[in-house]
């Protein structure tokens, strides 16, 4: 009965994680450029709001550019040029549902 249970939830927990926003690259010169990846996107994005959180401070985004192709959005971010990241995640707001992605998490697995 045990692993059952844990059988549905790790199947719960793969279907859960294929449909989010995941961290793709960041990129540090001249600005701060974020790339995000969404696997299963809506054909029509709309990103309204891109808010990077570091070290207890909240910066907008500057630019914000979104590509969709077969299903796959890129999220190209552009920020203010930090040099300290700590506590990194990024808030989008994407067709009015806001989502967080832990850009810390995936810094420190590098």
């Not at 793969?14 to 809506?42: C, M, Q, W």
């Amino acid at each position: 009965m045990k692993r059952m249970i844990l059988l549905a939830m790790l199947v719960t927990g793969i279907f859960g994680a294929s449909a989010e926003i995941r961290f793709g690259g960041i990129d540090n010169n001249g600005a701060t450029h974020i790339v995000l990846i969404d696997k299963e996107a809506p054909e029509t994005v709309e990103i309204t709001e891109a808010l990077l959180t570091n070290d207890g401070k909240t910066y907008r985004a500057r630019q914000i550019r979104c590509d969709v192709v077969n299903g796959t959005a890129v999220y190209r971010l552009q920020f203010k040029r930090l040099t300290v990241f700590r506590n990194c995640r990024v808030t989008l707001t994407v067709n009015g549902e806001r989502k967080t992605v832990d850009i810390q998490r995936n810094l420190l697995d590098r």
